[in-house]
């Protein structure tokens, strides 16, 4: 059974950094695309990030482009995401997904098979 558990959020000034990282079991990361989704209370779920079969084979949603990155540490089955600048619109509960392959748009969250179930960030003015 696929698991992916997230950690890392918590509360953070404007323009502060945060990390997180997403465990997997039950699968190798290697061979899963990775994404990031966020969503906001009263909001649809947002795409942010997801990576591919390899390190440079990353995708960004535009309103984070230059500020967040994503690498994977397959020793540890891990995918950890680095979200710099962060804003106060950017307040929301992040979700990691994974599926192999994904089954459509990686942009879209019914791409992904399995979910994390999800880390609060909250970003204070």
């Known amino acids: 059974q696929v698991q992916l558990v997230e950690s890392g959020g918590g509360l953070v000034q404007a323009g502060g950094s945060l990390r997180f990282s997403c465990a997997a079991s039950?699968?190798?990361?290697?061979?899963?695309?990775m994404g990031w989704f966020r969503q906001a209370l009263g909001k649809e779920r947002e795409f942010v990030a997801a990576?591919?079969?390899?390190?440079?084979?990353?995708y960004d949603a535009d309103s984070v482009t230059g500020r967040f990155t994503i690498s994977t540490d397959n020793a540890k089955n891990t995918v950890y995401r680095q979200m710099k600048s962060l804003k106060p619109e950017e307040t929301a509960v992040y979700y990691c997904?994974?599926?192999?392959?994904?089954?459509?748009?990686?942009?879209?969250?019914?791409?992904?098979?399995?979910w994390g179930q999800g880390t609060q960030v909250t970003v204070s003015s």
């Open positions: 997904a994974g599926s192999s392959p994904p089954h459509g748009l990686i942009s879209r969250p019914s791409s992904y098979e399995y």
């Open positions: 039950g699968c190798s990361i290697s061979s899963y695309f």
């Open positions: 990576i591919g079969w390899s390190d440079s084979d990353t």
